[in-house]
């Protein structure tokens, strides 16, 4: 079985600041890999999502993610932090197209001014 | 533009009662989800779908039920309902094939069993 690992609830930055979310997964075989943000009291939206080609992956928003094979990680990176990126952001992984997603327990950001 | 919309938003009812949560996409996605959202859990799979008429137990299924009777609508069922159940609850679209099953998610129901 699939699962994923956050292992920072959570982070406090000043804006203009980098952010960097660990994400780490355990799978047997190459996962899709997604991050998800959530805003105050909404749904969750797809930032990003990866599962073959260059390990870099740009999304939405400034921010992208790296996937590393050997490490089992899929970290998310945003150069300079703006204070509506606070938010709670999950990382999810799936065993294929279509197929149901796991989540992390999320980790809830706040940009502070 | 995906579309998933949830009803009703917020929801409060009594131990032992039954409720509905409805779920509407307008996406025309075969597979649909329904999670639950918990401090320290993250979102939990409770029972997702592949199709009309088709339901499958997720990883917490238990005291919940599921019904799809379109491709548009999928229902969340809890005959009886059990302060335990106290969550917010969300609903996505997904299809398979091209989008990675990029899963879109409607904006939640707040369920307190009191």
């Known amino acids: 079985a699939q699962s994923v690992t956050q292992p920072d609830a959570r982070v406090t930055v000043s804006e203009g600041a980098s952010l960097q979310l660990r994400c780490k997964y355990s799978?047997?075989?190459?996962?899709?890999l997604f991050w998800y943000v959530q805003y105050p009291r909404q749904g969750l939206q797809m930032l990003l999502k990866y599962y073959s080609g260059d390990p870099v992956v740009q999304g939405v928003n400034g921010f992208e993610a790296e996937f590393s094979k050997s490490d089992s990680s899929f970290h998310l990176r945003k150069a300079s932090v703006h204070w509506s990126d606070s938010a709670v952001y999950f990382c999810?992984?799936?065993?294929?197209?279509?197929?149901?997603?796991?989540f992390g327990i999320g980790t809830r950001v706040l940009v502070r001014p | 533009e995906a579309a998933v919309t949830q009803s009703p938003r917020n929801k409060v009812a009594v131990t032992g009662g039954k409720v509905t949560l409805s779920c509407n996409q307008t996406n025309n996605h075969n597979n649909m989800y329904w999670y639950r959202q918990d401090t320290g859990h993250g979102l939990r799979l409770i029972h997702y779908?592949?199709?009309?008429?088709?339901?499958e137990k997720g990883d917490i299924p238990d005291g919940y039920k599921a019904s799809r009777p379109s491709q548009e609508n999928f229902s969340l069922i809890l005959e009886l309902a059990t302060p335990s159940q106290t969550s917010v609850y969300f609903c996505?679209?997904?299809?398979?094939?091209?989008?990675?099953?990029?899963?879109?998610f409607g904006p939640g129901t707040r369920l307190t069993v009191l």
């Open positions: 799978y047997s075989a190459t996962p899709y």
């Open positions: 996505a679209s997904g299809d398979a094939g091209g989008n990675y099953a990029e899963q879109f």
């Open positions: 779908s592949y199709g009309a008429g088709s339901t």
């Open positions: 999810a992984v799936s065993a294929s197209a279509g197929n149901k997603l796991t």
